[in-house]
């Protein structure tokens, strides 16, 4: 009788991925960032950054020797910027305390910044071969259909549950095979929408399928209503075409990215620019309107854009502050839409 692993390593074979840049070769490093960028992001978008932040930094020690905005400038457009940071601190750590490798053991593989159980497993599993299962997105779903399992996967006892059954598939061997095929099914086949159950090669024993709850599983977390934010971006370029960028906060979003210097109100956006610029706030041009979506609430950016002659030398006494030569933008890290709205203006 084939088992659920023999049945998915055969469809891998001829149906799977396999020029992906990670795979060749399959080095600790590369695949720890490749599976970083892979969380929450697809593998077509992912491939150019993967690239390109490889031929930047190709060993461990390189990345952890980088400055940060370099780091955050080569992530830049990827989004969930923790990501890139945990990948830096976690790179630090590895050069400090392991020298400068990875470490093979799980546990202290595990508890590096940003990597955590699945992704420990992911990289064990294809770097080396180890025998541990893994349990993303696609995983939880694929688990969820074939095994009929209800309930939200992000919950304590659905996700205790699936780990179980997600170690009770793992293979005596092809490790790294058998990880990238459950990979590949659930982006490929068993996907979100629209699922290829006719191609499937377990829907003789799917219990979503024979139950005709395919759509249904894996269950939605419970929804609310995103919170909506509103914000002013204000826009300030000099004589020189410099443009004046403000440091994010160290938490919370786009934390350490270069951006636009930010106001909840005119009379803030006022002050801000009497107190670092020679901007008259009433001769601003106004944007239109950016709209930004995030994970836990909505972001309406209202762009508002000045000229003034000369840049203030205050500004240079404000470590959080400076002014960006125009077309030296892309050494920064920026946030996607102020990026985009960058991109849309001639120096």
């Known amino acids: 009788m084939k088992t659920f692993a023999s049945r998915l390593l055969l469809w891998f074979d001829t149906d799977?991925?396999?020029?992906?840049?990670?795979?060749?070769?399959?080095?600790?490093?590369?695949?720890?960032?490749?599976?970083?960028?892979?969380?929450?992001?697809?593998?077509?978008?992912?491939?150019?950054?993967?690239?390109?932040?490889?031929?930047?930094?190709?060993t461990l020690p390189d990345l952890a020797a980088a400055e940060s905005d370099h780091v955050l400038a080569l992530?830049?457009?990827?989004?969930?910027?923790?990501?890139?940071?945990?990948?830096?601190?976690?790179?630090?750590?590895?050069?400090?305390?392991?020298?400068?490798?990875?470490?093979?053991?799980?546990?202290?593989?595990?508890?590096?910044?940003?990597?955590?159980r699945s992704t420990a497993g992911a990289i064990l599993a294809q770097a080396h071969g180890d025998r541990y299962a893994i349990l993303d997105g696609n995983v939880k779903r694929t688990l969820a259909r074939f095994h009929g399992i209800?309930?939200?996967?992000?919950?304590?006892?659905?996700?205790?549950?699936?780990?179980?059954?997600?170690?009770?598939?793992?293979?005596?061997?092809?490790?790294?095979?058998?990880?990238?095929?459950i990979m590949d099914f659930g982006a490929t086949l068993c996907t979100r929408h629209d699922p290829a159950c006719v191609l499937c090669p377990l829907q003789d024993d799917c219990v979503a399928r024979i139950e005709g709850r395919v759509e249904q599983l894996p269950e939605a977390k419970p929804g609310k209503p995103l919170p909506e934010r509103r914000t002013l971006m204000l826009l300030v370029r000099d004589a020189e075409g410099r443009v004046l960028l403000a440091r994010r906060p160290p938490t919370g979003v786009w934390s350490g990215l270069w951006s636009l210097p930010e106001a909840g109100d005119h009379d803030e956006a006022r002050a801000f620019?009497?107190?670092?610029?020679?901007?008259?706030?009433?001769?601003?041009?106004?944007?239109?309107?950016?709209?930004?979506?995030?994970?836990h609430y909505r972001l309406h950016i209202e762009p508002?854009?000045?000229?003034?002659?000369?840049?203030?030398?205050?500004?240079?006494?404000?470590?959080?502050?400076?002014?960006?030569?125009?077309?030296?933008?892309?050494?920064?890290?920026?946030?996607?839409?102020?990026?985009?709205?960058l991109g849309n203006l001639t120096p």
């Open 273 to 295: 620019l009497s107190r670092h610029t020679a901007a008259d706030f009433d001769a601003a041009q106004v944007l239109p309107l950016i709209e930004h979506t995030f994970s």
């Open 75 to 116: 992530w830049a457009g990827l989004g969930y910027y923790a990501r890139a940071r945990n990948l830096h601190r976690a790179a630090q750590v590895c050069v400090a305390e392991h020298g400068g490798d990875l470490p093979r053991e799980f546990e202290k593989l595990a508890a590096l910044p940003g990597i955590g």
């Open 304 to 341: 508002m854009s000045w000229r003034v002659p000369a840049a203030r030398d205050a500004v240079g006494d404000t470590p959080d502050l400076r002014w960006q030569p125009f077309d030296r933008l892309a050494e920064l890290g920026l946030p996607a839409p102020v990026k985009k709205l």
């Open 16 to 58: 799977g991925r396999h020029d992906l840049p990670w795979q060749h070769p399959r080095t600790p490093y590369r695949v720890w960032l490749s599976e970083i960028m892979l969380q929450q992001t697809q593998v077509q978008t992912v491939i150019p950054y993967y690239t390109r932040f490889l031929d930047a930094l190709p």
């Open 150 to 181: 209800a309930g939200y996967p992000g919950s304590g006892p659905v996700e205790k549950q699936m780990w179980a059954l997600a170690e009770s598939h793992l293979p005596p061997d092809r490790m790294a095979d058998y990880t990238q095929a």
